[in-house]
């Protein structure tokens, strides 16, 4: 059975950081692209950063100030965000989707396997 954690959301002013944990478990961790998606109140989900090996891709809104990172070692994958909006208020999810192909992808439906969720609240 999958099951994927995500923990490390919480409250922080603007322009503070907060780092997010995903572990992952059944799963062979290192065959899996491993994404950030968030939704906000009233909005749909968004995708915000996946990584494969060391390869990153980020939605614009994030770039720059967001950085993904994994630990295959202890089927881990973390959001670093920095510098952080008003506008970043969300509940942070993370996914997982078998590697298939050489391309990345954002769309939400690709992703076999979701975590519960985390809050994070931006105060301005």
């Known amino acids: 059975q999958v099951q994927l954690v995500e923990s490390g959301g919480g409250l922080v002013q603007a322009g503070g950081s907060k780092r997010l944990s995903c572990v992952a478990s059944g799963l062979t961790f290192s065959n899996y692209d491993m994404a950030w998606f968030r939704q906000a109140p009233g909005k749909e989900r968004e995708f915000v950063a996946v990584?494969?090996?060391?390869?990153?891709v980020y939605a614009d809104s994030v770039a720059g100030r967001f950085t993904t990172s994994r630990d295959n070692a202890e089927n881990t994958v973390y959001l670093q965000m920095d510098s952080l909006k008003s506008e970043d208020t969300a509940a942070y999810y993370c996914?997982?989707?078998?590697?298939?192909?050489?391309?990345?992808?954002?769309?939400?439906?690709?992703?076999?396997?979701w975590g519960q969720g985390t809050q994070v609240t931006v105060s301005s």
């Open positions: 996914a997982a989707r078998r590697i298939l192909s050489d391309l990345f992808v954002r769309e939400i439906e690709e992703y076999s396997y």
């Open positions: 990584i494969r090996r060391s390869i990153t």
